[in-house]
């Protein structure tokens, strides 16, 4: 008997490296998990608050530094925040942690952040020596901060909506109250 003949039926070819949509590390994301309006609203947070970081950080020369330090943190960590949040919203790794907490980490993360970045803006726009790159990143940091407040907004109402649905209808009467027990 060939060695052929012997191992043909139960071997495969190798089938190479996998063609198509999904493949390499596009198969490990999955959008799929937030509704459109949060894609589009973490999207626009991680895209804004680099625009915002980046505007800052082109900034050569300031007389009061404070503020333009202090938006350079905070736009920084807002980007890494959002980006991070991202991340274990479209992995797998979304599956491997208790999303109820990853949900609600999101939300005070989301919170947390629109306040401090919106704090920072402002006194970044107290303290700017106003050049045009100072002015761009406290658009962009006012613009993000909003959009962290409106995630923020969305997800409690969507909240809101879990509970409504969760909460049993008051069905029993309030005269069958006050009947006696040994009637």
Same mark, same amino acid.
Do not use: W
């Given at each position: ?77 807002? =980007?890494?925040? !959002?980006?991070?949040? &991202?991340?274990?919203?479209? +992995?797998?790794? /979304? *599956? ?45 940091? =006012?613009?993000? !901060?909003?959009?962290? &407040?409106?995630?923020?907004? +969305?997800?409690? /109402? *969507? ?25």
């Amino acid at each position: 008997m060939e060695n052929g003949a012997v191992y043909s039926p139960t071997t495969e070819e190798d089938p190479g490296p996998a063609r198509g949509p999904r493949s390499g590390l596009a198969a490990y994301f999955f959008m799929g998990r937030l509704p459109l309006l949060r894609r589009v609203l973490k999207g626009l947070q991680l895209l804004l608050s680099l625009l915002a970081f980046i505007c800052e950080e082109v900034v050569s020369q300031c007389t009061l530094c404070g503020g333009l330090y202090f938006f350079e943190f905070v736009s920084c960590s807002a =980007f890494l925040l !959002s980006l991070l949040i &991202l991340i274990v919203y479209c +992995t797998p790794f /979304y *599956e491997r942690v208790d999303t109820t907490k990853v949900k609600s980490s999101d939300f005070y993360i989301t919170l947390g952040t629109g306040c401090v970045f919106l704090l920072a803006s402002i006194i970044f726009v107290s303290t700017h020596d106003r050049t045009s790159a100072e002015i761009a990143a406290i658009v962009f940091g =006012f613009i993000a !901060s909003f959009m962290f &407040l409106l995630d923020f907004i +969305t997800m409690l /109402y *969507e909240k809101r909506q879990e509970s409504q649905l969760r909460k049993p209808e008051n069905t029993t009467r309030a005269e069958a109250l006050t009947e006696p027990l040994n009637a």
